[in-house]
């Protein structure tokens, strides 16, 4: 932090997302990514607050100085306060196929979570997606005496390939999710909803986490926020392939890219993962590198570049 940030009064910052407000909201992990940008904000000095898309653009953002867009399934166009500096940010986290040029140029600066993105990023600066080691952290609960392999996401309205294969595998499958009952065998699913405040807990404890990414995703480099919490967990991960992942992870996630695969991998867990030390040196460097007060601070200098402070 530099020095003139001691002396300067906190910007309030508004952190818009695409979930809804009230007990909806709670299950889109929008909320949670959101939340936790607010807390490394304000770890940083400054005075921010999670906006659902309702109010994105109330006459409350005339008295922002700061608002940063978390693009999802919703597009958001900045209101300007007449007469007030403001700086409108855009991180695109998913869904990078709605993103459009002309969205992008409306915005002071643009960030998308890839390294890979090639649709509008004339702009765009590269800001992955990040983890708050402070919850999702190896001591969240004991290694290995949760689930044996576990999900958690909604069906999507879709099939997810990696979960029909972990059942086809016959895997010792827990999955958590909105909609799941009409697809899956009763035996493998354990809940509607994993609360957000156990899912450290559940990521630590379980022997093997399973990902997947949309395709669009995938193709972009927009690497699952799913990954940045299980690595900082210390668990073994498995994924779908997606561009760049291997980039950012190494070996502390393992890529499949189909049922035989990670029959094999499931089969075999004791060499097809790193040790249980490399996998905690893994969580360190996530820890580190990946952090949403990481993150912050860009974004922070990113404002400050925009205000002209």
Same mark, same amino acid.
């Given at each position: 932090?530099? =020095?003139?940030?001691?002396?300067?009064?906190?910007?309030?910052?508004?952190?818009?997302?695409?979930?809804?407000?009230?007990?909806?909201?709670?299950?889109?992990?929008?909320?949670?990514?959101?939340?936790?940008?607010?807390?490394?904000?304000?770890?940083?000095?400054?005075?921010?607050?999670?906006?659902?898309?309702?109010?994105?653009?109330?006459?409350?953002?005339?008295?922002?100085?700061?608002?940063?867009?978390?693009?999802?399934?919703?597009?958001?166009?900045?209101?300007?306060?007449?007469?007030?500096?403001?700086?409108?940010?855009?991180?695109?986290?998913?869904?990078?196929?709605? =993103?459009?040029?002309?969205?992008?140029?409306?915005?002071? &600066?643009?960030?998308?979570?890839?390294?890979?993105?090639?649709?509008?990023?004339?702009?765009?600066?590269?800001?992955?997606?990040?983890?708050?080691?402070?919850?999702?952290?190896?001591? &969240?609960?004991?290694?290995?005496?949760?689930?044996?392999?576990?999900?958690?996401?909604?069906?999507?309205?879709?099939?997810?390939?990696?979960?029909?294969?972990?059942?086809?595998?016959?895997?010792?499958?827990?999955?958590?999710?909105?909609?799941?009952?009409?697809?899956?065998?009763?035996?493998?699913?354990?809940?509607?909803?994993?609360?957000?405040?156990?899912?450290?807990?559940?990521? &630590?404890?379980?022997?093997?986490?399973?990902?997947?990414?949309?395709?669009?995703?995938?193709?972009?480099?927009?690497?699952?926020?799913?990954?940045?919490?299980?690595?900082?967990?210390?668990?073994?991960?498995?994924?779908?392939?997606?561009?760049?992942?291997?980039?950012?992870?190494?070996?502390?996630?393992? =890529?499949?890219?189909?049922?035989?695969?990670?029959?094999?991998?499931?089969?075999?867990?004791?060499?097809?993962?790193?040790?249980?030390?490399?996998?905690?040196?893994?969580?360190?460097?996530?820890?580190?590198?990946?952090?949403?007060?990481?993150?912050?601070?860009?974004?922070?200098?990113?404002?400050?570049?925009?205000?002209?402070?």
């Amino acid at each position: 932090m530099s =020095v003139r940030r001691w002396f300067r009064r906190p910007r309030r910052w508004a952190v818009v997302t695409s979930a809804p407000g009230g007990a909806a909201g709670e299950q889109w992990g929008d909320t949670w990514f959101a939340r936790d940008l607010v807390a490394a904000l304000e770890e940083n000095g400054e005075s921010a607050r999670v906006v659902a898309r309702g109010g994105a653009n109330a006459p409350a953002r005339d008295d922002d100085d700061v608002v940063v867009v978390l693009r999802g399934l919703r597009s958001v166009l900045p209101r300007r306060s007449p007469g007030r500096r403001q700086a409108w940010l855009l991180w695109v986290i998913s869904h990078p196929e709605l =993103v459009t040029a002309a969205e992008v140029e409306v915005f002071d &600066a643009t960030f998308a979570a890839s390294a890979h993105w090639a649709g509008p990023r004339s702009t765009a600066r590269p800001l992955l997606q990040a983890t708050n080691p402070r919850r999702f952290t190896p001591g &969240a609960a004991a290694a290995d005496s949760g689930a044996a392999v576990l999900f958690v996401g909604s069906t999507r309205g879709v099939r997810r390939p990696i979960v029909d294969q972990a059942v086809a595998c016959g895997a010792d499958l827990h999955v958590y999710g909105v909609g799941w009952e009409e697809l899956l065998p009763a035996h493998v699913v354990y809940g509607t909803f994993l609360p957000n405040a156990q899912l450290p807990a559940a990521y &630590a404890s379980a022997r093997i986490v399973l990902n997947d990414h949309w395709p669009s995703m995938a193709a972009n480099g927009f690497i699952s926020n799913r990954l940045f919490d299980a690595v900082s967990c210390g668990t073994r991960v498995v994924s779908d392939p997606a561009q760049g992942l291997t980039e950012v992870f190494g070996d502390a996630v393992r =890529v499949v890219t189909g049922r035989d695969d990670l029959a094999m991998v499931l089969g075999d867990p004791g060499s097809a993962f790193p040790s249980r030390a490399e996998r905690l040196a893994h969580a360190a460097a996530v820890a580190r590198e990946h952090s949403f007060a990481a993150r912050a601070r860009v974004l922070i200098d990113c404002a400050a570049e925009v205000l002209g402070d």
